[in-house]
C-alpha cells in the first residue's frame, strides 16, 4: 500500500495512512492471507469499532485505506474483487457548526490581549485561517497596502522530517483574504513582541515568520491547539 500510495499523497495523508494501519489495520487483518479476508470480517471489524466508541468518520477513513488497498491487488490481480465495495458503512451525524457572533469575537480578542497569542486569534477570526495556515504565515503574505492577506501554505509536523510547509490539496486552498483594520492597527504591535523575543533569545533562525516561537521557528500546531 504505502509504496503504491508514496507518488499519489502527500506527507501528511501517508503519515496518517500509517497512524491507522499500525492502529487499526494491521492489529485486525495482519495475520490474515488476502484471500481469507472477507465482506463479513470486515462488516465485523466496523461493527466492533464502532462498538468501542469510534466515530463514524473515523471508521470511514479506515474504509477507505482498506479500501484503496484492496483497490490495488484487485488491479494487480492478487485479488478476484475488493470485499469492501460490498460492505456497510456507519451513518456520519451531520454537525451545525458553531459560529461566534461579532460581540463574542470582540471578547475573545478583549480577553486575549497582552498574551502570546493574541494576535494569532485577532487574524483567525478575521480571516477564517486554519491553525496550521497561520503558522506558515510570513511577513511577505500579509499585504498591507492592498489590504490582503495571502494564503499560500500550511504547516504540518512529518516524523523524521519536523515542521514542513506544504501547499493545500487544492487550487481553492490557495486564496487572498481581506486583511481586517483591527489586524493592521495591531500589526505594529505584533512586530514588537518578535523583536523583543529575539532580543531574549540565546539563538534566533529567522524564518519570516507572524507567529514564530521563542526561537525563531514554527510553533507546533499542538501547542496552540492545547
Given at each position: 500500500l504505502e509504496d503504491s500510495r508514496r507518488l499519489k499523497i502527500e506527507l501528511?495523508?501517508?503519515?496518517?495512512?500509517?497512524?491507522?494501519l499500525r492502529a487499526h489495520l494491521i492489529p485486525a487483518f495482519g495475520h490474515l492471507p488476502l484471500s481469507?479476508?472477507?465482506?463479513?470480517?470486515?462488516?465485523?471489524?466496523?461493527?466492533?469499532k464502532l462498538d468501542a466508541g469510534y466515530a463514524p468518520g473515523t471508521i470511514g477513513n479506515i474504509h477507505d485505506l482498506l479500501s484503496s488497498a484492496l483497490k490495488?491487488?484487485?488491479?494487480?490481480?492478487?485479488?478476484?474483487?475488493?470485499?469492501?465495495?460490498?460492505?456497510?458503512?456507519?451513518?456520519?451525524?451531520?454537525?451545525?457548526?458553531?459560529?461566534?457572533?461579532?460581540?463574542?469575537?470582540?471578547?475573545l480578542v478583549n480577553a486575549a490581549r497582552g498574551r502570546r497569542l493574541w494576535f494569532m486569534i485577532l487574524v483567525a477570526l478575521t480571516t477564517g485561517a486554519r491553525v496550521g495556515e497561520l503558522l506558515a504565515l510570513h511577513w511577505s503574505d500579509i499585504d498591507v497596502n492592498n489590504l490582503r492577506i495571502h494564503i499560500r501554505?500550511?504547516?504540518?509536523?512529518?516524523?523524521?522530517?519536523?515542521?514542513?510547509?506544504?501547499?493545500?490539496?487544492?487550487?481553492?486552498?490557495?486564496?487572498?483574504?481581506?486583511?481586517?483594520?483591527?489586524v493592521?492597527?495591531?500589526?505594529?504591535?505584533q512586530q514588537q513582541y518578535i523583536e523583543n523575543v529575539r532580543t531574549k533569545a540565546s539563538k534566533w533562525?529567522?524564518?519570516?515568520?507572524?507567529?514564530?516561537?521563542?526561537?525563531?521557528a514554527h510553533i507546533r500546531n499542538r501547542t496552540v491547539l492545547d
Open positions: 501528511t495523508t501517508l503519515r496518517d495512512y500509517r497512524s491507522i481469507q479476508l472477507t465482506q463479513d470480517r470486515v462488516q465485523m471489524f466496523y461493527a466492533e490495488d491487488a484487485v488491479a494487480s490481480e492478487v485479488l478476484a474483487r475488493n470485499v469492501c465495495d460490498f460492505v456497510a458503512l456507519p451513518k456520519q451525524k451531520h454537525r451545525e457548526p458553531y459560529v461566534l457572533t461579532v460581540d463574542q469575537c470582540k471578547l501554505k500550511s504547516l504540518a509536523w512529518i516524523k523524521g522530517k519536523g515542521h514542513v510547509e506544504k501547499e493545500p490539496k487544492t487550487k481553492s486552498g490557495i486564496r487572498s483574504v481581506i486583511l481586517a483594520q483591527a493592521v492597527d495591531a500589526i505594529v504591535e533562525v529567522e524564518l519570516d515568520l507572524v507567529f514564530p516561537n521563542r526561537y525563531g
